[in-house]
């Protein structure tokens, strides 16, 4: 039932920038709800990353940044360090639904 | 510091009924500030939204696709909630996590989820 759309996978090299997309529609992400990012790790819970689109929960690094366009979000790691190797999912509202949807994932791989 | 366990059986025959609850430690499940919700990930795959209610256990949102078989309920007295999940196949086979949803000022998001427990539908 993922009705967003993310990258299965991302890589880039220690220090570099790498994103992330989540693509939706215009019942979830398009129609103005907030889009929310988890991070992941093997055999762990999900740990919230990103709220109201843009905004670090406290003890979040500053190199996790969130943006949101028309119907897309993103998810942006700059200085990419080997511990950011994690599975990454965007979250949000959808009204034809009438629930919460999680994004499809993205595995996050640092070379 | 808030944590939230779950607990319930591993394994559930097909055609049963999983159920599952999650205490909550270190604050009160009674807090008019926040839902309180399920999300199951089957393995190897993506996280996908069961159902949330409030402390009151008078309001509840469940997955459309699941409210035929759910049932989300809450014991205060017990700072615990729990899920029953009716007619169980393979498809339900999954880790179940619990986790506190908080108002972010537009939606709700789990700022807090359990560790999660692993149950497999099977005979």
């Known amino acids: 039932q993922s009705v967003l759309t993310q990258p299965p996978s991302v890589s880039g090299a220690p220090g570099q920038r790498v994103t992330i997309s989540c693509s939706g529609s215009?019942?979830?992400?398009?129609?103005?709800?907030?889009v929310f990012w988890y991070q992941q790790f093997p055999g762990t819970a999900p740990k919230l990353l990103i709220y109201?689109?843009?905004h670090r929960p406290s003890g979040v690094p500053d190199r996790f940044s969130g943006s949101k366009s028309g119907t897309s979000a993103s998810l942006a790691i700059t200085g990419l360090q080997a511990e950011d190797e994690a599975d990454y999912y965007c979250?949000?509202?959808?009204?034809?639904?009438?629930?919460?949807?999680f994004g499809t994932g993205s595995k996050v791989t640092v070379l | 510091q808030l944590q939230l366990q779950e607990s319930g059986p591993g394994l559930v025959n097909p055609s049963g009924t999983l159920s599952l609850t999650c205490t909550v430690s270190?604050?009160?499940?009674?807090?008019?500030?926040?839902?309180w919700g399920w999300i199951r990930q089957p393995p190897g795959k993506g996280l996908e939204w069961i159902g949330n209610?409030?402390?009151?256990?008078?309001?509840?949102y469940y997955n459309s696709s699941l409210k035929s078989r759910l049932s989300i309920s809450i014991d205060t007295s017990e700072n615990q909630f729990s899920l029953k999940l009716s007619s169980v196949t393979a498809a339900d086979t999954a880790i179940y996590y619990c986790?506190?949803?908080?108002?972010?000022?537009?939606?709700?998001?789990?700022?807090?989820w359990g560790q999660g427990t692993m149950v497999t539908v099977s005979s």
């Open positions: 209610i409030y402390y009151s256990g008078a309001t509840y």
């Open positions: 109201s689109s843009s």
């Open positions: 270190g604050g009160s499940i009674r807090s008019s500030a926040y839902y």
């Open positions: 979250q949000s509202y959808d009204n034809s639904l009438s629930g919460y949807v």
């Open positions: 215009s019942s979830n992400i398009g129609a103005g709800y907030d």
């Open positions: 986790a506190r949803v908080m108002y972010y000022g537009t939606e709700d998001a789990f700022d807090i």
